[in-house]
């Protein structure tokens, strides 16, 4: 029988298990079973719902989980590189460098990417080519320009949790158990991921990652994330030291702080901050997609922001 587990990640970034099903094989009708009974069961509102390109999986999501917004994939997209062009193609490293930087680049907007999109299939000669032109066409379903906004927590770059919650079960469970073993299997598989999730817990509570900085702003993000989010929080915090703030604009009651990046001086972002809610956003919506900060509000956080915002 097939195995489908139900994937969500958790506070440590792990993946877990939130449900599972047996079927008999993979058709509609069954994948559709399964998830009506599944989301009877559960009743849990999920914003997304990441899956391959499973044309079963295809018809079944978007009838059952009417409102969550159906993601494709990206790393069983790109994985398939290697056999949809050329082996010339495939071993040219310029190639692979421009399409891993349109594809994968949660900062580039539509128009950017369709820009960079056309001159590489222009340039390799792949305008007509089925397999991209078919990509092309399914872009605002799979490339991070088109869902910027959406929460992925982090999905939009580890997109392979799939293929590693069938790792994980791969050291318990074989093809060639009865349903009894299996059910014994797969419960010590939960049992060692729940033990996995109680260390981490407790490596939290009881151990502090060292601080990159004096900040505030990094003294109270270690309080509130997991050691690994809270990881991440420095890496985009920290790191990041080519963005600069270059001016600051007013509309109305609101203060649009503009900032560029040394590596692409035509390109600026914006934050904005409203006095009278006390709100800020920024358009690189790294906080909305992934809960973080990005490095532009820690520029302004940390330099320029509480000096001009008063002025």
């Known amino acids: 029988m097939v195995f489908v587990p139900f994937t969500r990640v958790d506070h440590h970034k792990r993946c877990i ?101 056309e001159k590489i299939m222009t340039d390799y000669q792949l305008v007509e080519h089925e397999w991209f032109s078919d990509l092309y066409d399914l872009r605002e379903q799979w490339i991070p320009a088109y869902f910027k906004d959406v929460s992925m927590s982090g999905l939009m770059r580890v997109t392979s949790r799939s293929e590693s919650e069938n790792s994980f079960f791969d050291r318990f469970l074989t093809p060639h158990l009865t349903l009894v073993e299996f059910w014994v299997c797969y419960e010590s598989a939960l049992e060692a991921q729940r033990h996995k999730q109680s260390k981490l817990n407790s490596d939290n509570k009881h151990s502090e990652i060292p601080r990159k900085t004096k900040s ?60 009278d809610n006390m709100e800020i956003t920024c358009s690189v919506l790294c906080f909305e997609r992934m809960g973080l900060l990005c490095e532009r509000l820690w520029i302004l956080h940390n330099q320029d922001f509480r000096k001009y915002r008063t002025t």
């Not at 409102?67 to 997209?77: A, F, G, K, P, Q």
């Not at 001016?247 to 006095?275: C, F, G, H, R």
Request: charged share 30%.
């Open 17 to 117: 298990t939130f449900g599972d099903g047996l079927l008999g094989d993979e058709s509609i009708e069954c994948y559709t079973w399964l998830s009506r009974h599944f989301w009877k069961q559960w009743r849990v509102p999920t914003e997304n719902y990441n899956y391959d390109r499973d044309k079963s999986m295809k018809s079944v999501v978007p009838e059952v989980f009417k409102e969550s917004t159906h993601r494709l994939c990206m790393w069983h997209i790109m994985k398939k590189l290697r056999e949809k062009v050329s082996y010339q193609l495939f071993q040219d490293e310029d190639f692979k460098t421009r399409l891993n930087r349109c594809v994968w680049n949660n900062q580039l907007e539509p128009d950017e990417f369709e820009e960079q999109w």
């Open 216 to 275: 505030n702003l990094e003294v109270h993000a270690s309080e509130m994330y997991s050691h690994n989010i809270f990881k991440d929080f420095q890496t985009i915090g920290c790191d990041f030291v080519d963005c600069r703030f270059k001016d600051v604009e007013k509309i109305d009651e609101t203060k649009i702080y503009i900032l560029t990046d040394l590596q692409m001086p035509n390109k600026s972002w914006n934050v904005a901050y409203s006095p």
